[in-house]
């Protein structure tokens, strides 16, 4: 059986992906297990009642989500490669300072922009047109350099977690590889 480059680079992706969702979910494990602990201890240390003696007053309402959430990304060997601050519209993947990075090392223009981002815009596109989606919701994204360094990406109207998601990811994998190539 013989594999394309694509099929190569599409194995490696995901991979990736998993590796990191699986990292991910050991980490929300490991805070749920802390969060059980509290919980427990809380428990045998106040008295105990039925719920039907509580009184709706009497119960706090649910916490809020947060307004901003921050997520390290970080390569393979653990290098911070970026901050991502994210917010229920959009995310800033902030580039760490020993990060030196061009826009024009591949694969970031023509895998990151032109196929991940752009795509999804493209995606959004047809969703207008169809009347699913209006004008102001669709992705958009903006590059901000400094000199000749890449500095940060904004993305606005990412809409869900399954595209933060591969933007993220994504993200991780192009400047784990634009480090493996010379910096000129």
């Known amino acids: 059986m013989s594999f394309t480059e694509?099929?190569?680079?599409?194995?490696?992706?995901?991979?990736?992906?998993?590796?990191?969702?699986?990292?991910?979910?050991?980490?929300?494990?490991?805070?749920?297990?802390?969060?059980?602990?509290?919980?427990?201890?809380?428990?045998?240390?106040?008295?105990?009642?039925?719920a039907t003696e509580i009184?709706?007053?009497?119960?706090?309402?649910?916490?809020?989500?947060?307004?901003?959430?921050?997520?390290?990304?970080?390569?393979?060997?653990?290098?911070?490669?970026?901050?991502?601050?994210?917010?229920?519209?959009?995310?800033?993947?902030?580039l760490a300072e020993d990060v030196n990075l061009k826009a024009s090392t591949p694969p970031f223009k023509t895998f990151y922009l032109n196929r991940i981002l752009a795509g999804m815009r493209r995606r959004d596109e047809e969703m207008m047109q169809r009347g699913d989606l209006k004008p102001d919701e669709m992705l958009n994204f903006v590059v901000e350099e400094e000199g000749d360094r890449l500095k940060r990406i904004i993305i606005n109207n990412y809409r869900d977690q399954d595209r933060l998601n591969e933007i993220l990811k994504s993200a991780v994998w192009v400047f784990s590889r634009m480090l493996e190539k010379p910096q000129a």
């Open 55 to 94: 009184s709706p007053a009497a119960t706090a309402p649910p916490p809020s989500p947060p307004e901003q959430e921050i997520r390290t990304l970080k390569s393979r060997d653990g290098r911070s490669l970026a901050q991502a601050v994210i917010t229920p519209k959009s995310v800033t993947i902030n």
């Open 6 to 50: 694509e099929d190569i680079r599409r194995a490696a992706e995901t991979k990736l992906w998993i590796e990191e969702r699986l990292n991910e979910l050991k980490e929300e494990e490991s805070r749920l297990r802390e969060l059980l602990m509290v919980v427990d201890g809380v428990l045998k240390a106040g008295s105990f009642m039925k």
